[in-house]
């Protein structure tokens, strides 16, 4: 398959751009910050992603989606890079969506994917637990109960995990700490008795949770996938998640890059633009490489997930690790070229960097996934 | 999509019928690599087997039309074949700067007779090509060349001294930027002229290298006399050709890298370093050196590959390559650091058998010369700022 987008993915692409541009600008993020929203995103923008189609993006058409792939996905978390816009399309279209379509059961699947097709439920994926990503270290229990299991253990850095209306949580219900098998993925409704939610205020303004489960009771039916058997399913949803993060970060340097060689045109001193040092073009000449050298691992993650998730690992994991260095370079020198004023809080440039240190630890950072490459060659 | 999936099948079919095991395995040195010309000579009876049947088949240039002894296959098709043999390994059948550099110029300047009269040989590997660009007093500043061409009838008298020339002691042939117009501005009174190296007046010294090798040379022009007949494209217009070959250069020079590389690096490394009881590599800074090498690597390949697509879908902007050879080079350079690190002393070894005569030290000295060759990486980063960036100023 050609590593450039097809026509129609092109159109997608306009028509995201188009939408997300308008609608959620930064100054809309800037928005819900300074006014202490309480959803930390505009529900009304939502039901837009609806109808327009995104929120089921990746939803089988029997469930009301469009059927389509993590190319697609990823062109849109690629517009919400570019503007930062806070959206559950992460969270709910995509992580979870990818979670039950792949883990559920008939039943599970129509329940719950043609509502978040049409916009009616959201929902968050809680997998980490310490302060750095390690899904293998999860310790959260789940305990046998009955006909059920007792859920017990702290979850962190939940994404929408304060909005969700449904929960997808990675358990151990077997083994020990650092073992693959043992894992089970449980759908936990986040008002169930014994869980409390706490929002977490992050830096990037964009939302998280940290939940807390005191033995919450969940019977045989929230199972997702197989019990003790959860992480293939698991890592396969990570990997389509991390893919999705991966297209963002590629949006956000694109963006900070093409607002940052702006002002090296604009901005005088000594009688010139800044743009003609020759210190600062070949800096912006190399970050200009960097960026288009990690667009194509990402566009090649993507479709190598679209061909087999299981395949996918990687090209996933070079393109999580490239997009993570690539988005820290750009946002660094977006502020080093702004000079002074991109300390201010009325630049915008700043909140490019808040995001771009979120999401280079969301689902593992560069060097988790630089890691997970020497392991799998075997070094 | 059926045809092209057909297409795949029966390549790798004629590829697993027709290419020798012997040319499946990693290239171990220069003589591995075959360059044609007239007094080429096969290094074992695989390699002219292999050639033999790649050229019969046009496959030594699979995308040069079929007329000038290429394959005629179209992008998909000719991306098809480079997978697939990859897929096995199988080494190029024939390397030239005919194939890399002249030819793409050829095709888009050069006349239909130039192109009858030239392309073939390169396809079939009789003629063996160099590239007369560099001079003493003109290196990045390429356009300031100084060797010149006199009009005299219906020939040029050509005189000066070229510079950095690789393998012009071995080239039949050379193409060559010479100043025809000393009066107009430095890149307006170039032309791009061919000529037989056994002209009389050319005179080639290799230059010895920091490698012990000398794949450069000298060389010299004493009233060489070409007929004018021999400039591709317009007279005093060579510049562009000179450019157009250029991004074909660097789209050459940024792929060295990837080429018969063998034995992943981190089982190099294990090799000579040792690993721990989990099969770590027992050097965790090198360790984890080599993990983020591999990210960049797998990603420089993925981009090579959507330039290749982007120029197919009309999506690409000509001065891309130069950004290509900027990281393949760089990257080509962080190869060969974790290379000698990972070698230890076993990699400092100049003479010895054992060593293959110091095989990876003299390589590692060659790659510095990458991110020089074709155009600095200064050079390209100033071309990437201008052209594609458009930031002002020089």
């Known amino acids: ?379 | 999509m059926a045809d092209l999936e057909t297409f795949r099948s029966e390549t790798r079919a004629w590829l697993g019928q027709n290419c020798p095991a012997e040319m499946r395995k990693p290239m171990t040195s220069d003589g591995d690599t075959f360059w044609g010309g007239r007094n080429a000579k096969f290094s074992s009876e695989a390699q002219r087997v292999w050639f033999e049947r790649m050229r019969d088949k046009g496959w030594t240039v699979p995308h040069w039309p079929k007329e000038y002894g290429g394959g005629g296959l179209d992008g998909e098709e000719a991306k098809i074949v480079r997978q697939e043999m990859a897929a096995i390994g199988a080494r190029a059948p024939l390397t030239s700067f005919g194939i890399s550099m002249l030819g793409p110029a050829l095709l888009k300047y050069g006349t239909e007779e130039q192109k009858k009269e030239h392309l073939p040989k390169i396809t079939a590997g009789l003629i063996r090509w160099c590239q007369g660009y560099s001079e003493p007093n003109a290196g990045s500043d390429l356009a300031s060349l100084q060797t010149r061409a006199e009009s005299d009838g219906n020939d040029y008298i050509i005189n000066g001294q070229k510079i950095w020339t690789s393998y012009a002691n071995y080239a039949d042939w050379i193409f060559c930027l010479v100043r025809t117009d000393p009066a107009a501005k430095k890149h307006d009174g170039i032309s791009f002229i061919l000529f037989d190296m056994t002209s009389k007046g050319v005179t080639t010294k290799p230059i010895l290298l920091i490698s012990g090798y000398s794949p450069f040379c000298e060389t010299f022009f004493d009233n060489v006399r070409v007929p004018k007949s021999h400039v591709v494209g317009t007279v005093n217009r060579g510049w562009d050709v000179a450019k157009y070959l250029l991004q074909h250069e660097r789209a050459m020079i940024s792929g060295m890298g990837e080429r018969g590389v063998g034995r992943p690096l981190g089982q190099i490394a294990a090799d000579s370093i040792g690993a721990d009881a989990q099969g770590k590599l027992d050097d965790a800074q090198l360790r984890s050196q080599i993990a983020s090498f591999e990210v960049d690597e797998a990603a420089l390949a993925a981009a090579a590959e959507r330039a290749v697509d982007l120029a197919k879908a009309g999506q690409s902007h000509p001065a891309f390559s130069s950004a290509m050879k900027y990281y393949g080079t760089e990257l080509n350079k962080r190869r060969y650091e974790i290379l000698m690190s990972a070698g230890g002393i076993d990699a400092l070894e100049w003479e010895s058998e054992r060593s293959k005569g110091g095989a990876r030290p003299r390589a590692w000295l060659r790659t510095k010369a990458n991110s020089i060759e074709g155009g600095t990486s200064e050079v390209m980063l100033g071309i990437v700022a201008k052209r594609i960036l458009d930031l002002p100023g020089a």
């Not at chain 1, 028509?15 to 529900?43: C, E, N, Y």
């Open chain 1, 1 to 379: 398959m050609a590593l450039v987008l097809t026509e129609e993915q092109s159109m997608l692409r306009d028509s995201a751009r188009g939408l997300i541009s308008d609608k959620a600008p930064v100054a809309h993020l800037r928005g819900l910050r300074d006014g202490k929203d309480a959803t930390g995103f505009s529900r009304e923008l939502w039901t837009t992603f609806a109808e327009m189609g995104f929120s089921g993006l990746l939803v089988p058409e029997q469930f009301g989606g469009s059927g389509l792939g993590c190319v697609e996905a990823g062109i849109v978390m690629e517009e919400i890079g570019r503007t930062l816009m806070p959206s559950p399309f992460l969270a709910t279209s995509v992580l979870a969506v990818s979670a039950l379509a792949r883990g559920g059961t008939v039943a599970q699947k129509a329940q719950h994917l043609p509502k978040i097709s049409d916009g009616s439920l959201l929902a968050a994926l809680a997998i980490d637990e310490g302060a750095k990503h390690r899904p293998l270290q999860t310790k959260l229990q789940a305990a046998r109960s009955g006909n059920g299991f007792k859920l017990s253990g702290d979850k962190a850095f939940v994404v929408d995990g304060h909005t969700a209306d449904l929960l997808i949580v990675a358990a151990r219900s077997a083994g020990s700490v650092g073992d693959k098998d043992g894992l089970t993925l449980f759908l936990v409704d986040p008002k169930a008795k014994g869980l409390a939610v706490e929002r977490t205020a992050m830096v990037d303004s964009h939302n998280a949770a940290r939940i807390v489960f005191d033995n919450v009771e969940v019977n045989a039916d929230s199972v997702l996938g197989e019990v003790d058997q959860g992480f293939a399913l698991l890592e396969g949803v990570l990997n389509i998640g991390r893919g999705a993060v991966a297209s963002e970060m590629v949006g956000l340097s694109e963006e900070v890059f093409g607002r940052t060689v702006t002002y090296l045109k604009e901005r005088k001193q000594f009688g010139k633009a800044i743009g003609e040092f020759q210190a600062l073009q070949h800096r912006a000449a190399q970050l200009y490489i960097d960026i288009e050298i990690t667009r194509a691992a990402v566009l090649k993650a993507l479709q190598a997930l679209d061909a087999g998730v299981d395949k996918a690992g990687t090209a996933v994991a070079v393109a999580k690790a490239r997009a993570g260095t690539t988005a820290t370079l750009a946002v660094q020198e977006g502020v080093q070229m702004h000079g002074g004023m991109g300390m201010t809080d009325q630049f915008d440039i700043g909140f490019f960097m808040k995001r771009a240190r979120v999401c280079q630890e969301l689902f593992g950072d560069s060097n988790f996934h630089a890691d997970q490459l020497a392991r799998g060659k075997g070094y």
